[in-house]
């Protein structure tokens, strides 16, 4: 089976940088993606990752350490919108399993 | 628009009364999923099917049933709802490659009286 564990709630203040961790354990490693989810709606993709590095995509960044079945989601210029919860999903022998989910709540 | 349209967005029922949620996708995907989503757990696989004709169960699929016998749709059937399968649903389709993200659907709230 898959575990996956993120933390449950983090607080951050607008125009700050906030990171979001996610740690895994799988078999038959095949890709780690993270979503975003406004409370009431359907989780949206952000990023992909399957090689250790990091990933950059405007604002936000995702890095993977599969050695160390570690991966976390960058946000930076944080801004209102981005208050969310953030879900780790990883793909391990073609199964793609959910964390609980990390809630970002974004102060003025 | 390339979607996953989800039927109902809501509904609210009473025990044993059979129902399905209906899932349609327009992006001719392999991969469709459902899934639960309720708090403190996250989401929750229930079914996925590979391709037409091919299904198989996720993580909790006691009381839930599906079929594909189409590729755009996929719908999850409760035979006998129970008041444990009060829970926010989501249906979603990739590609099927394992790079390719999921897609989901709006959601359907079900609650069983």
């Known amino acids: 089976g898959q575990n996956i564990d993120q933390p449950t709630e983090m607080t951050a203040t607008e125009g700050a940088i906030v990171q979001i961790n996610c740690t895994y354990q799988t078999s038959g490693f095949n890709g780690l993606f993270w979503y975003q989810q406004h409370a009431g709606e359907a989780p949206t993709f952000l990023s992909y990752?399957?090689?250790?590095g990091l990933e950059e995509k405007g604002r936000f960044s995702s890095f993977l350490s599969r050695s160390k079945g570690y991966s976390y989601l960058l946000l930076k210029e944080l801004q209102m919108k981005d208050s969310a919860s953030y879900l780790c999903a990883v793909n391990g022998n073609n199964r793609l399993a959910f964390g609980k989910g990390n809630q970002v709540v974004v102060i003025p | 628009e390339a979607q996953v349209t989800q039927n109902p967005r809501y509904l609210i029922t009473v025990t044993g009364k059979k129902l399905t949620v209906t899932c349609s996708q327009n992006m001719n995907h392999e991969y469709m999923s459902w899934y639960r989503q309720d708090p403190g757990l996250g989401l929750r696989q229930i079914y996925y099917?590979?391709?037409?004709?091919?299904?198989d169960k996720g993580d909790v699929p006691e009381g839930y049933k599906v079929s594909r016998k189409e590729k755009r749709n996929f719908p999850l059937i409760l035979e006998s709802p129970s008041p444990n399968q009060t829970s926010l649903y989501f249906c979603a389709s990739s590609p099927g490659r394992s790079n390719q993200p999921q897609h989901f659907g709006d959601g359907t709230r079900l609650s069983i009286l």
């Open positions: 990752n399957v090689l250790d």
């Open positions: 099917s590979m391709n037409v004709e091919v299904t």
